[in-house]
């Protein structure tokens, strides 16, 4: 690493954005434990939590309808959205998947269910939900970045749309309620709330694991407007970010491609790593003063899907240019800016 003269790092300058020209989210669902887009949004500009808390799992946010069946899950969220653009010409670009793919598929396969091993990776739910839409044709882009799978997955999308490859997209991600042994990873960790409520950038609580799934149609017009996207990379640690320059550049960035925007949706899981560190980034520009929202502490932390999820809630807040930021286990960060059309 060089070093400046006054002993501090030399990082290069920001990558440049991906700019966006004539894509735009045509629809957008999602489903929480404080229920659909609308819903949710509410729930979190509000700070109204609809999470509940049990003496074993602690805050969590279940959705019995769904439980161990993150397939159905992604379905019902992916239908209103997809219906918004099945009727147009051309190839679909198709985004659809799971970080961890289906964790009780995994649970049934190691109990020597063999045939449960298709249900179980990445691209399952998304396959699941192709099938039942009677989307044959299509051009998969499948994603697996942990927290910021639904994001980067839109972004993925998008690029497939403006490359010409593909006309229309449906993208997004899933993940449904944890079982006890993914649970119990997340526990040994250190990053769950348990019985505290949770709260983001304030005194750490950890974050409460939530079912959900987020879906965001794209295509040639719609409310709003993909303005640019950011995916980089922090390797500094095998969990979290560690580097400064990662969150700056992805912020540096977005502003430089889309400007000052009226909200900013951060990631805020409430750890006692994360918040500090997306804190100083927020804290450090011209974005300082940007409004913010937490979403996680109502509608709890839905992993691979939160992203996603949360774009969607977003799209319903009444701003005119956004963002969205995710910060996924292992240094995967994207971010995209919005605006209205």
């Known amino acids: 690493m060089h070093l400046c003269k006054d002993g501090t790092p030399d990082h290069p300058p920001p990558m ?19 229920g659909d887009a609308g819903a949710s949004w509410r729930a979190a500009s509000h700070g109204t ?30 239908r209103p959205a997809w219906a918004a653009i099945a009727g147009q010409a051309g190839l679909p670009a198709w985004g659809l998947s799971a970080s961890k793919g289906d964790p009780w598929a995994w649970s049934r396969a190691l109990a020597g269910q063999a045939a449960a091993l298709h249900q179980a990776p990445p691209h399952a739910p998304g396959a699941v939900v192709a099938r039942a839409l009677g989307v044959g044709l299509h051009r998969p882009c499948l994603v697996a970045a942990a927290c910021s799978t639904g994001l980067v997955a839109c972004l993925e999308a998008a690029d497939l749309i403006a490359a010409g490859a593909c006309t229309r997209a449906l993208a997004g991600a899933v993940d449904g309620d944890l079982p006890p042994w993914l649970h119990a990873g997340f526990a040994s960790l250190g990053v769950l709330c348990g019985q505290r409520r949770p709260q983001a950038f304030a005194e750490p609580t950890g974050f409460a694991p939530a079912a ?57 899981t ?45 799209c319903e807040a009444p701003v005119a240019r956004l963002w969205k930021l995710s910060l996924g286990f292992g240094g995967h960060l994207a971010a995209v800016a919005l605006e209205r059309a």
């Open 270 to 314: 409430g750890t006692a790593v994360g918040d500090p560190y997306e804190r100083a980034g927020l804290d450090a520009g011209p974005w300082s003063g940007v409004a913010r929202l937490s979403c996680k502490p109502a509608i709890g932390h839905c992993l691979g899907a939160s992203g996603a999820v949360e774009l969607a809630l977003a």
């Open 49 to 78: 939590s609809a999470l509940v808390c049990d003496e074993r799992l602690g805050w969590h946010g279940p959705l019995p309808a769904w439980s161990g069946d993150p397939g159905a899950l992604l379905l019902a969220c992916a």
């Open 16 to 34: 440049p954005a991906t700019r966006y020209a004539g894509i735009h989210c045509a629809a957008w669902s999602c489903l929480t434990v404080a």
């Open 212 to 268: 959900g799934a987020g879906v965001v149609a794209l295509a040639g017009r719609g409310p709003w407007r993909l303005v640019a996207g950011v995916r980089l990379g922090d390797a500094s640690h095998e969990t979290h970010f560690e580097d400064p320059a990662v969150l700056h550049h992805a912020l540096a960035s977005l502003w430089d491609a889309a400007g000052r925007p009226d909200l900013i949706i951060t990631h805020g």
